[in-house]
């Protein structure tokens, strides 16, 4: 199952830049122009955590494997792209195929780079793309509209109906400038909702690219993008694309000694992948073993059987129960055997709700 977030932003923002910072990789050409970004790349990058090195040290694990989340680098957005300005029509495509945004904003100043609009406005350019999504989303939903009322009227669809009543909900909102995912989806609504497949639905995460000796507090500049984050319930962070590129390229000691001289207790990019994961509403869960420490990747409320899923096809058809011990009840008793004498193992079935941080066991028939 994989999990895409979409970078995106003006040109010159430092899309690219901590795009490669973030797949160690110098697969996207950071470049001081606009569209020097033609193809969207697509790199996998682990999620940092440090239960799974606990594990693998207590249960002797002789291989550690992260989860993992798919980043897509996407060209700059520019005003006029959801009318095919610049190279709009493939742009906002790329981001249809996301499941979340990552948006890059700039918030520093730099003589030697050029803004496309001419100005460090970082809350202007939050605008000036999401204005792009919700035309694109307005000009969907109209194209859509007439014919779903025909054939609600005519026929006298319920589906029809229900969902007419849904785009109704979402153009009222679009017309008043608001983004989608801001309106109200009733339980039984979410599948169509995600069906209807509007870029401006989609959960954002403002990613704010601050000058060096900003990295670690902030400026106004981004104190301004998290203002407007909390407003709308988003999350934003601070991180310098600059200082994570070349933390990138150097040895472990060397990355220890680089992040305590400019006061950084990690790097920046790993609050952008962990905020990432949370924005996509993912949690973790760790099979743990002599062979491998490995974690899992699954969407917040996922069963048991699912979760098995996720390993193998057969692990969720022939599911019978789960072995389930938390994180904090494995480490205490040192492993599953101190787990068992002090009454923290569980046998879960098929209507467990696995929580982030379950060691888990599965047993199913073949």
Request: aromatic fraction near 6%.
């Amino acid at each position: 199952m994989g999990f895409k977030c979409g970078i995106v932003g003006l040109p010159n923002v430092g899309k690219s830049t901590l795009f490669n910072a973030l797949t160690q990789t110098a697969a996207a050409q950071a470049a001081n122009y606009p569209f020097c970004t033609i193809e969207p790349n697509v790199g996998d990058v682990a999620v940092p955590d440090e239960r799974l090195e606990t594990l693998a040290a207590i249960a002797s694990s002789r291989e550690i494997i992260p989860t993992r989340l798919t980043f897509v680098d996407i060209a700059g957005l520019v005003r006029g792209a959801s009318k095919g300005e610049g190279l709009g029509n493939q742009f906002l495509a790329n981001i249809r195929e996301c499941d979340a945004i990552a948006h890059v904003v700039r918030c520093f100043e730099d003589d030697d780079i050029t803004h496309v609009e001419g100005i460090i406005a970082p809350v202007a350019d939050i605008e000036t793309v999401e204005t792009e999504l919700m035309l694109a989303d307005l000009e969907s939903l109209e194209k859509r509209v007439p014919a779903l009322e025909k054939k609600a009227k005519t026929g006298g669809d319920k589906d029809a109906k229900e969902l007419l009543d849904l785009m109704s909900r979402c153009l009222a909102l679009l017309r008043e400038g608001r983004p989608a995912r801001l309106v109200e989806v009733k339980p039984d609504e979410r599948r169509a909702f995600a069906q209807l497949g509007l870029l401006s639905s989609k959960p954002v995460l403002y990613v704010c690219n601050v000058e060096e000796a900003s990295a670690d507090a902030g400026n106004s500049f981004s104190s301004a993008v998290g203002e407007r984050a909390k407003a709308e319930g988003a999350v934003a962070v601070v991180v310098s694309a600059k200082i994570e590129s070349e933390i990138v390229v150097m040895a472990a000691d060397e990355q220890a000694e680089f992040l305590e001289a400019v006061g950084l207790s990690e790097p920046g990019l790993n609050r952008v992948i962990r905020a990432g994961y949370r924005l996509l509403d993912l949690i973790t869960y760790f099979t743990v073993g002599p062979k491998e420490a490995r974690a899992w990747t699954v969407p917040q409320g996922t069963k048991g059987p699912q979760a098995a899923g996720v390993i193998h096809s057969d692990f969720e058809k022939g599911y019978i129960r789960a072995e389930t011990i938390a994180y904090a009840d494995y480490v205490a008793g040192r492993g599953e055997a101190g787990a068992r004498e002090a009454g923290r193992f569980r046998l879960e079935g098929k209507e467990y709700v696995v929580a982030d941080g379950d060691v888990l066991h599965f047993r199913f028939n073949t």
